[in-house]
């Protein structure tokens, strides 16, 4: 199994830049295709991003395309996600997940981090 630790998280004004990080441990990061993964207060968690286990292949939902950016470093065992021209709309918890095919339901993974909260002002 793996340990996942999100982090990179914080406030934020409308049309800046984070970027998140999801440190992977115990099993090696290249078993699992890897996503991140949304929760704003009242709403159910919501898909973002996936990539494959090698990095070659990518999706991303409709809201984000174009402004955010997910990749691996599996050398490193961590997971990022790139976000630009981020609105209010993006605020919610982040968490990264773990499972072994790329999938945007939340049933395909196994293993979640902790979530990291982002805030973004307008």
Not at 24 to 29: E, M, P, T, Y
Not at 53 to 64: C, E, L, M, N
Not at 101 to 122: A, D
């Amino acid at each position: 199994q793996v340990q996942l630790i999100d982090s990179g998280g914080g406030l934020v004004q409308t049309g800046g830049s984070l970027r998140l990080s999801c440190l992977a441990s115990g099993r090696a990061l290249n078993t699992y295709a890897m996503s991140w993964f949304r929760q704003a207060p009242g709403k159910e968690r919501a898909f973002v991003a996936t990539i494959s286990r090698r990095g070659t292949s990518t999706d991303y939902a409709g809201s984000v395309k174009d402004r955010f950016t997910i990749s691996r470093d599996n050398a490193k065992n961590t997971v990022y996600l790139q976000m630009t021209k981020l609105k209010p709309e993006d605020t919610a918890v982040y968490y990264c997940a773990a499972g072994f095919i790329p999938s945007r339901g939340t049933n395909e993974y196994n293993y979640w981090g902790q979530g990291t909260q982002v805030t973004v002002s307008s």
